[in-house]
């Protein structure tokens, strides 16, 4: 298994793919970091507010001020991943990344300086600009690694990502304990620390060549797209992933840029569309997030000491990279839909174990024990399917042309339902109590329902191919969905022997992944 994971992996695609992997990082870090200093960060709005007014704040104002610190990260995510289809296409997927830097940097400046400037408004807006930053990357990265890798390494390669999300996750988990940078003094380092990724990928991307299909398809550079295959792949051998761009830029060629209004309109392109976003909610709507920005809290309302539930959370953290680094070889094993169910089936059951050890926990001592093993069950198995099969499977649903605007409203619908969780939880756990966690399992089972019934298997087929799937299931398409792909009467004969064999290959692969 791993020999064969590792067949096509050379030196200089692992380091295109680690300085990518930078931006995910960036992402993980800032989603954490504001967990563990919420004591601190607290006590610091309080110390503002009375120098301000002259009174001490309420307590009820405080966690409201805090929520917005946590969910305003959102917001600022939503606007950076819907941007990010019209960054790709005009800057390139690498060149895209390299400029969303500069809000990295900016971002990390304002909140490393919030307590010298005394204002929590400048927290507020350095979490808006880093958010901006992260729902850029949330969109280029997934993009760019989908794009240069080789077809048997696409579904690896892409779980990378939430590698390198849950790495960030536990670097600020563990700095972020009071014995580092969880204290008074040390949390606006903790949180300035967001520039070190920033200006990582700086420094490293620059080496990096731009996307191949980008530079074939959209630009037309066919001599650069070889050149940078050859540096990606260590071999002048590049015919077979040539031919494959080919294949999907001759099914599109009378293709133009597709709209977001287009790709919604669009009967042909409805259902990847449809399944791309429910895959962005089961991600988001598992209660994952609530997890990831709560959990310290969680974990002493469960009946554990402060700093035990550190400790815990830091758990969290770890089990999140060690289960990532597990689901990577199984990414191209066991297939993206089969790794969702588990994972979306495995939440579900301890979402409702978990609401058991809260319901519990005061006629029983040892139920707050249950409640962080149940708590770090459902991030293993988070980790292995609903971490990064979302941002995976909806770069692979889409073809070059739609593939910007599907990322930028599934990036955008993941960032909205971030959100949502992000300022309502606090809400929820004060008017749910101890069924907080129901409507999470809810949710959860509607989304493996979902995904047995809708969601088709996408390993080891090419864009093509996957596009064909859908082509297949609405032959009376319109005519102006037969123009997005491509499939106008002028398109040439190869052209249409290309669309026809790969529908075929396309239709006898859905009737063998069918349940």
Same mark, same amino acid.
């Given at each position: 298994?791993?020999?064969?994971?590792?067949? !096509?992996?050379?030196?200089?695609?692992?380091? #295109?793919?680690? #300085?990518?992997?930078? %931006?995910?990082?960036?992402?993980?870090?800032?989603?954490?970091?504001?967990?563990?200093?919420?004591?601190?960060?607290?006590?610091?709005?309080?110390?503002?507010?009375?120098?301000?007014?002259?009174?001490?704040?309420?307590?009820?104002?405080?966690?409201?001020?805090?929520?917005? #610190?946590?969910?305003?990260? =959102?917001?600022?995510?939503?606007?950076?991943?819907?941007?990010?289809?019209?960054?790709?296409?005009?800057?390139?997927?690498?060149?895209?990344?390299?400029?969303?830097?500069?809000?990295?940097?900016?971002?990390?400046?304002?909140?490393?300086?919030?307590?010298?400037?005394?204002?929590?408004?400048?927290?507020?807006?350095?979490?808006?600009?880093?958010?901006?930053?992260?729902?850029?990357?949330?969109?280029?990265?997934?993009?760019?690694?989908?794009?240069?890798?080789?077809?048997?390494?696409?579904?690896?390669?892409?779980?990378?990502?939430?590698?390198?999300?849950?790495?960030?996750?536990?670097?600020?988990?563990?700095?972020?304990?009071?014995?580092?940078? !969880?204290?008074?003094?040390?949390?606006?380092?903790? $949180?300035?620390?967001?520039?070190?990724?920033?200006? $990582?990928?700086?420094?490293?991307?620059?080496?990096?060549?731009?996307?191949?299909?980008?530079?074939?398809?959209?630009?037309?550079?066919?001599?650069?797209? /070889?050149?940078?295959?050859?540096?990606?792949?260590?071999?002048?051998?590049?015919?077979?992933?040539?031919?494959?761009?080919?294949?999907?830029?001759?099914?599109?060629?009378?293709?133009?840029?597709?709209?977001?209004?287009?790709?919604?309109?669009?009967?042909?392109?409805?259902?990847? $569309?449809?399944? %791309?976003?429910?895959?962005?909610?089961?991600?988001?709507?598992?209660?994952?997030?609530?997890?990831?920005?709560?959990?310290?809290?969680?974990?002493?309302?469960?009946?554990?000491?402060?700093?035990?539930?550190?400790?815990?959370?830091?758990?969290?953290?770890?089990?999140?990279?060690?289960?990532?680094?597990?689901?990577?070889?199984?990414?191209?094993?066991?297939? /993206?839909?089969?790794?969702?169910?588990?994972?979306?089936?495995?939440?579900?059951?301890?979402?409702?174990?978990?609401?058991?050890?809260?319901?519990?926990?005061?006629?029983?001592?040892?139920?707050?024990?249950?409640?962080?093993?149940?708590?770090?069950?459902?991030?293993?198995?988070?980790?292995?399917?609903?971490?990064?099969?979302?941002?995976?499977?909806?770069?692979?649903?889409?073809?070059?042309?739609?593939?910007?605007?599907?990322?930028?409203?599934?990036?955008?619908?993941?960032?909205?339902?971030?959100?949502?969780?992000?300022?309502?939880?606090?809400?929820?756990?004060?008017?749910?109590?101890?069924?907080?966690?129901?409507?999470?399992?809810?949710?959860?089972?509607?989304?493996?329902?979902?995904?047995?019934?809708?969601?088709?298997?996408?390993?080891?087929?090419?864009?093509?191919?996957?596009?064909?799937?859908?082509?297949?299931?609405?032959?009376?398409?319109?005519?102006?969905?037969?123009?997005?792909? !491509?499939?106008?009467? $002028?398109?040439?004969?190869?052209?249409?022997?290309?669309?026809?064999?790969? =529908?075929?290959?396309?239709?006898?692969?859905?009737?063998?992944?069918?349940?």
């Amino acid at each position: 298994m791993a020999c064969e994971f590792f067949k !096509g992996l050379t030196l200089f695609l692992s380091y #295109a793919i680690l #300085a990518a992997v930078l %931006g995910m990082l960036q992402f993980g870090y800032n989603t954490g970091v504001i967990n563990a200093p919420e004591v601190n960060i607290e006590n610091f709005m309080k110390d503002v507010y009375k120098d301000r007014y002259g009174e001490d704040i309420s307590d009820d104002s405080v966690k409201k001020l805090y929520s917005v #610190a946590v969910s305003i990260f =959102a917001i600022g995510g939503m606007l950076g991943g819907f941007s990010g289809g019209t960054i790709a296409n005009r800057f390139g997927r690498k060149g895209g990344l390299l400029l969303n830097n500069v809000l990295g940097i900016v971002g990390a400046c304002l909140m490393g300086c919030t307590k010298i400037a005394h204002s929590y408004e400048m927290l507020f807006f350095g979490r808006f600009i880093i958010g901006v930053n992260c729902g850029l990357n949330t969109s280029l990265v997934p993009m760019y690694i989908s794009e240069i890798a080789p077809l048997n390494l696409r579904g690896g390669l892409g779980t990378v990502n939430q590698l390198a999300v849950t790495v960030g996750l536990l670097v600020s988990q563990v700095l972020g304990i009071e014995q580092i940078l !969880g204290t008074n003094e040390g949390w606006p380092v903790l $949180l300035g620390l967001a520039i070190c990724p920033a200006i $990582l990928q700086l420094l490293l991307l620059p080496v990096c060549p731009e996307s191949p299909r980008y530079l074939l398809i959209t630009k037309q550079w066919e001599e650069e797209a /070889r050149k940078a295959l050859r540096r990606l792949r260590a071999s002048n051998q590049v015919e077979e992933d040539i031919e494959e761009m080919r294949a999907e830029e001759r099914a599109q060629q009378a293709e133009s840029t597709i709209s977001m209004t287009e790709l919604i309109c669009s009967p042909t392109l409805r259902a990847p $569309l449809v399944i %791309g976003v429910v895959m962005q909610l089961s991600q988001q709507l598992s209660g994952i997030n609530a997890v990831f920005y709560y959990s310290t809290n969680l974990f002493t309302s469960s009946g554990l000491t402060l700093e035990s539930a550190k400790f815990a959370t830091i758990g969290i953290g770890a089990i999140m990279v060690c289960m990532t680094l597990v689901s990577i070889p199984l990414m191209d094993r066991t297939g /993206r839909r089969t790794l969702h169910l588990y994972g979306l089936g495995g939440m579900f059951i301890f979402s409702i174990f978990i609401t058991i050890s809260f319901l519990i926990k005061e006629m029983i001592d040892w139920m707050s024990y249950l409640s962080v093993v149940s708590t770090l069950s459902f991030v293993v198995f988070f980790a292995v399917g609903p971490g990064s099969i979302p941002w995976m499977i909806t770069a692979e649903l889409f073809s070059q042309g739609p593939r910007p605007a599907a990322m930028s409203i599934a990036v955008l619908v993941n960032w909205m339902a971030n959100f949502l969780v992000g300022i309502g939880f606090p809400s929820m756990k004060t008017c749910f109590d101890n069924y907080t966690f129901l409507p999470f399992s809810a949710f959860l089972a509607i989304f493996w329902i979902f995904t047995y019934k809708k969601v088709p298997e996408t390993k080891n087929k090419t864009f093509e191919e996957i596009l064909a799937l859908f082509r297949h299931g609405n032959d009376r398409s319109s005519l102006r969905d037969s123009r997005l792909y !491509g499939e106008e009467e $002028l398109a040439t004969n190869s052209s249409k022997e290309t669309v026809l064999s790969d =529908a075929t290959t396309a239709n006898h692969t859905h009737a063998t992944d069918k349940p």
